[in-house]
């Protein structure tokens, strides 16, 4: 179901004006979130820029959720390999 983290294109994010981003979930440390506007769904990250953002992953629910999920897979791992306890996250801890 999930495209791998390393597969992800990620493209500046330009908010058009007079929309609002509706921010679904946030990742632990605000590492990513997953968005919806306009009807398409996608993953958000800060930019290098402060105050900027990145996105993949725009489309149907089902491509954004699939990538955001493997991109907290990720993160959670990157955690336990830095000896961390991840904050426990509800879209990962549903089993399969």
């Given at each position: 179901?999930?495209?791998a983290p390393a597969?992800?294109?990620w493209?500046?994010?330009?908010?058009?004006?007079?929309d609002v981003v509706r921010v679904r979930h946030?990742?632990?440390c605000g590492a990513f979130e997953l968005a919806s506007l306009g009807g398409q769904?996608?993953?958000?990250?800060?930019?290098e820029v402060t105050g900027e953002y990145e996105?993949?992953?725009?489309?149907?629910?089902?491509t954004a959720v699939a990538a955001y999920v493997?991109?907290?897979?990720?993160?959670?791992?990157?955690?336990?390999?830095r000896g961390q306890t991840p904050e426990r996250d509800r879209l990962l801890?549903?089993?399969g």
């Open positions: 179901m999930a495209s597969d992800l294109a493209e500046p994010h330009v908010l058009p004006g007079g946030t990742a632990c769904y996608f993953v958000l990250r800060p930019a996105e993949t992953a725009r489309g149907r629910y089902i493997a991109l907290l897979k990720q993160h959670h791992a990157e955690h336990l390999r801890d549903h089993p």
